[in-house]
């Protein structure tokens, strides 16, 4: 019996999308199958040492391109697109990190004017150590250096938003976009709204590794290697992108002010909980209240995204979406010993 079918998507330059619908899929592929895709980093490859100011080599609105759509056959409105990730690997030996005038969650923005001047524009270079497992901070100002852990995770990940709508790639909403929450890392299934026919699934904006917040705006962005499988239940279509680990089932809530996303991550994980378990909606929020994190992905972008968290194991032999991550992960490992 032969295993899934994989394909293999590298897009060219001119192929790289900066925006969630409205173009045509790159890819179809038939409900699980595994997709070798390559992505850029935010800066399109064009930020390669300190002197590269962003906005002086980098043309707006041309950053944080994402690999795709890939379309997925028999994807209807109101099914959900599982998205299991069974590797994330930078493709360089190098990743790059800045500050952006009028960006991040500590200096003044578009949103939150102010008479002070912005911050200073400044690059940062890491060194990618794939083997060691490492990339290291240099700092500008002194000799510090310092080997942070490699934990390589995509912070935009989406599909095509509803009503023909075209998003930024830079927006999170409720298709998913660039959520930049660490959660989205090598191991989980990530389940996404189908709102067009194929679903339309885009990935990119690599991040080598990434604090909880994306503060200064910018995470060690890098270009990745990354291999999916891509699934389609039907129906089932959460209001907002959620993400299954071995450990925690995840929501997410996109949106301004910060408190509205966390009340919208954690509406949903009530529900899903609730739903799960068969519990009222009252205990199903006492349980999320008492046992429930609530890490921040980002908190500079057009919208900020908060990730509800709940432990697997208050779910006993019960299972998300039939075991859909189980299966997936399965499929993923079988994949990486016989490639």
């Keep these: 019996m032969s295993g899934p079918e994989v394909r293999t998507l590298t897009p060219t330059p001119e192929q790289y999308a900066y925006a969630f619908g409205g173009r045509e899929p790159l890819l179809t592929v038939a409900p699980g199958t595994i997709v ?17 100011l962003p906005s ?16 997925v056959e028999g994807a209807e409105p109101g099914d959900t697109l599982a998205v299991h990730f069974v590797e994330i690997v930078p493709a360089r030996d190098w990743a790059a990190s800045s500050t952006f005038p009028h960006f991040g969650a500590l200096t003044t ?7 002070h001047p912005a911050l200073e524009e400044r690059v940062w270079m890491y060194d990618i150590d794939v083997a060691a497992g490492t990339c290291r901070f240099q700092a500008r100002k002194s000799e510090l250096s310092v080997d942070l852990p490699l934990d390589p995770m995509h912070g935009t990940v989406g599909v095509a938003p509803a009503a023909s709508e075209v998003l930024m790639s830079i927006t999170p909403a409720a298709h998913g976009g660039n959520m930049d ?10 389940y996404f709204p189908v709102n067009v026919a ?23 962005e890098a270009a990745m290697n990354t291999v999916v499988v891509v699934d389609l239940l ?9 993400i299954e680990s071995d450990h925690f089932l995840m929501t997410t809530g996109s949106a301004r002010p910060l408190e509205d996303a966390f009340r919208m991550s954690q509406v949903d994980l009530v529900g899903w909980t609730g739903a799960l378990l068969g519990l009222e ?20 972008d057009t919208n900020y995204t908060m990730v509800g968290k709940l432990p697997k ?7 998300a979406y039939d075991g859909t991550h189980d299966r997936l992960r399965a499929v993923g490992a079988h994949y990486l010993r016989t490639r």
């Design 234 to 242: 039907k129906g089932q279509a959460p209001a907002s992108p959620r």
């Design 281 to 300: 909606e009252l205990d199903a929020y006492q349980l999320v209240s008492q046992a429930g994190l609530a890490p921040a992905g980002n908190v500079v």
């Design 313 to 319: 194991s208050l779910l006993g032999a019960v299972t």
């Design 181 to 190: 929450t660490p959660e989205m890392r090598a191991g989980v299934t990530a």
């Design 36 to 52: 070798e895709l390559s992505t850029e980093d935010c800066f399109a490859g064009n930020v390669r040492g300190v002197d590269d």
């Design 56 to 71: 002086q080599v980098c043309t707006f609105p041309f950053l944080n391109p994402v690999t795709g759509p890939i379309a």
């Design 198 to 220: 194929g679903g339309m699934l885009s990935i990119g904006d690599g991040h080598a590794r990434q604090g909880e917040g994306e503060v200064c705006g910018t995470a060690v």
């Design 109 to 115: 923005t578009h949103a939150t004017a102010m008479l």
